[in-house]
T-cell receptor
């Protein structure tokens, strides 16, 4: 079985500061990894994904994530955040031959000026 | 491509009533998924279809829940005899199996409030 743990439920940061949102996963097989963002009262939008290949993945809005197989982690980073990045962020894991994605409980990123 | 559409956006119902939600996936996507999201939690998988076949159901999907995708296009999720614990955001997503692992495209969700 797979599982996802998002290590921080809330991350407050100031505008233009760097941020890291942490995600660990558990799986006995190869996995695909995803980060989604959710703005209030909206669905989830895909930020980036890791399928295979380069462990550093770049996504939309200046976000990137690094897949670390030995640490079973997939942390999301942004070097300089904006107020508009304030949202809920979800890490998810899926199997290459599987179907349903398993989501973490989410991390609330709050960016203030 | 207009994305994944869900209707209605909001639904308030009295406990014990039946409700039905609709999802229209991206037209070329033959996989369709239903998730439930409660406050402060991540989306929880309910069920998924490949074309019209319902291939997997979560244990969260009690007997009061039923989902259909009659012609492999739109899908409906019905909840019978609603309970206050059913209050949640119900999310629909679709994917393209030809690009396995691409990830889902989500709709904006239907927020259900049971009073």
């Amino acid at each position: 079985a797979q599982s996802v743990t998002q290590l921080d439920s809330q991350v407050p940061v100031f505008e233009e500061a760097p941020v890291e949102l942490r995600c660990n996963y558990s799986s006995s097989v190869s996995v695909y990894l995803f980060w989604y963002v959710q703005y209030p009262n909206q669905g989830l939008q895909l930020l980036l994904k890791y399928l295979s290949g380069s462990t550093l993945v770049k996504g939309i809005n200046g976000f990137e994530a690094e897949f670390n197989k030995s640490q079973t982690s997939f942390h999301l980073r942004k070097p300089s955040v904006h107020i508009s990045d304030t949202a809920e962020y979800f890490c998810a894991v899926g199997r290459p031959a599987g179907t349903a994605l398993i989501f973490g409980k989410g991390t609330t990123l709050s960016v203030s000026s | 491509d207009t994305g994944v559409s869900q209707d209605p956006r909001h639904k308030i119902t009295k406990r014990g009533q039946n409700v039905t939600f609709r999802c229209d996936p991206i037209s070329e996507h033959n996989r369709l998924y239903w998730y439930r999201q409660t406050l402060g939690q991540g989306p929880e998988f309910l069920t998924y279809f490949q074309n019209e076949a319902q291939l997997e159901k979560s244990r969260l999907l009690s007997d009061r829940f039923s989902a259909e995708r009659p012609k492999g296009s739109f899908s409906t999720l019905e909840i019978q005899r609603t309970e206050q614990g059913d209050s949640a955001m119900y999310l629909c997503a679709s994917s393209d199996p030809g690009r396995e692992g691409y990830g889902y495209t989500f709709g904006s969700g239907t927020r259900l409030t049971v009073v």
